[in-house]
């Protein structure tokens, strides 16, 4: 027979039992949530330091590429100096010896460069329009020579004719 004592005892047994056990339940439910905030707090700074890491690393790339950044800035024309260039083109043309004319200039439009496409006719001996394409050949931009077609006449000083179709790289500004 079980006794008012043992009877106590088994209550007490059992109220302690659930009461640690909904204690061990809290404290695990309160250790998961807050290791869950704690995760996405260091998830956080981990972000934060790789994107300042990542900052740094780029401010020490434009810094070391600078120098040659400026160096390559010569070789490709801005639209401020696509005037100038035209106006070099037409004076080297005239101390050549020939006449030039620019026919045409269609810019296009790219994501990092703009396009710039000239059209011009030569006109003059054929030595002097061989001299003004070796000219235009060796400009030292980023252009390259598209289109060339040439008329000749018969013998060396008759009239050469040359239509020219440049296309030079434009720094967007």
């Known amino acids: 027979m079980i006794t008012k004592h ?3 005892m088994c209550i007490t047994a059992s109220i302690v039992f659930l009461v640690t056990l909904a204690l061990f339940v809290l404290a695990s439910w309160y250790l998961y949530t807050e ?13 934060h330091l790789a994107q300042r890491q990542a900052q740094f690393e780029l ?14 800035r010569n070789y490709i024309l ?3 100096g696509v005037i100038d260039f035209l106006s070099n ?3 080297d043309a005239t101390k050549i010896g020939v006449k030039l004319k620019t026919d045409s200039l269609k810019p296009t439009t790219g994501k990092v460069y703009d396009i710039l496409t000239v059209q011009f006719t ?23 020579i598209n289109r060339l077609s ?12 040359g239509v020219v179709e440049l296309v030079i790289s434009l720094l967007k500004s």
């Open 89 to 91: 083109i037409e004076a």
């Open 150 to 161: 040439i008329t000749t006449g018969d013998g060396i000083e008759t009239v050469t004719t």
């Open 122 to 144: 030569i006109v003059g001996t054929k030595t002097a329009v061989n001299t003004m394409l070796q000219a235009l050949e060796t400009l030292p931009y980023q252009s390259h």
């Open 59 to 72: 401010t020490q790339i434009l810094d070391a590429t600078t120098l040659k950044r400026e160096a390559l």
């Open 35 to 47: 290791s869950n905030r704690l995760y996405s707090r260091s998830q956080l700074v981990a972000n």
């Open 78 to 80: 801005t639209e401020v």
């Open 6 to 8: 043992a009877k106590r």
